[in-house]
T-cell receptor
Framework: EAGVAQSPRYKIIEKRQSVAFWCNPI?????LYWYQQILGQGPKLLIQ????????DSQLPKDRFSAERLKGVDSTLKIQPAKLEDSAVYLC?????????????FGEGSRLTVL | GENVEQHPSTLSVQEGDSAVIKCTYS??????FPWYKQELGKGPQLIID?????GEKKDQRIAVTLNKTAKHFSLHITETQPEDSAVYFC???????????FGKGTTLSVSS
């Protein structure tokens, strides 16, 4: 079974530029999460989707971050304009709906460097 | 909201020794406590989890204990091996399937 796919793996941009990350969850997984992981810290939830609806976006900086999950499958996370403090790894995770064991399956992440 | 504190931030052991990582949580409504292992350049991977109706769970060399009264839980790794070297994260949520709140992580180094 294929895992969670993310792209790009690495991105370097100047501050005030924009960037977009893409995530394709494990087939059949209804729940999708975006986490931000700053170097030396644990992952911090940005947004949680259930199918194509938002469950929790309370920690998403909505003035610069946006995310969508059209058709309840893959998702994109956009940052515009980027700030230096947005340098981090952006992790996408998915989990199944039925018979949920609680396990989140993470992708390898997209590392963003803002200069 | 929930807050998870994790200690120590780094841990160095000799191969074959045991390693213990401890976490405390703030929200008494939390009842799902997983542990994730993250290797360099990879996403976190679940290694063991425990629910609030269980005090201890074991899977081969790893075990997790939960003290709901004190609101803390611990990861125990016995007979450590070099391949156990990684960053370990504890997490908590109010139920399995909801978003996890992670601790800051513990970098475990196992030297042979």
């Amino acid at each position: 079974e294929a895992g969670v796919a993310q792209s790009p793996r690495y991105k370097i941009i100047e501050k005030r530029q924009s960037v977009a990350f893409w995530c394709n969850p494990i087939s059949g997984h209804a729940t999708l999460y975006w986490y931000q992981q700053i170097l030396g810290q644990g992952p911090k939830l940005l947004i949680q989707f259930q199918n194509n609806g938002v469950v929790d976006d309370s920690q998403l900086p909505k003035d610069r971050f946006s995310a969508e999950r059209l058709k309840g499958v893959d998702s994109t996370l956009k940052i515009q304009p980027a700030k230096l403090e947005d340098s981090a790894v952006y992790l996408c995770a998915s989990s199944p709906n039925s018979g949920n064991t609680g396990e989140l399956f993470f992708g390898e992440g997209s590392r963003l460097t803002v200069l | 909201g929930e807050n998870v504190e994790q200690h120590p931030s780094t841990l160095s052991v000799q191969e074959g020794d045991s390693a213990v990582i401890k976490c405390t949580y703030s929200d008494s409504a939390s009842n799902y406590f997983p542990w994730y292992k993250q290797e360099l350049g990879k996403g976190p991977q679940l290694i063991i989890d425990i629910r609030s109706n269980v005090g201890e769970k074991k899977d081969q060399r790893i075990a997790v204990t939960l003290n709901k009264t004190a609101k803390h839980f611990s990861l125990h790794i016995t007979e450590t091996q070099p391949e156990d070297s990684a960053v370990y994260f504890c997490a908590a949520s109010w139920q399995a399937g909801t978003a996890l709140i992670f601790g800051k992580g513990t970098t475990l180094s196992v030297s042979s």
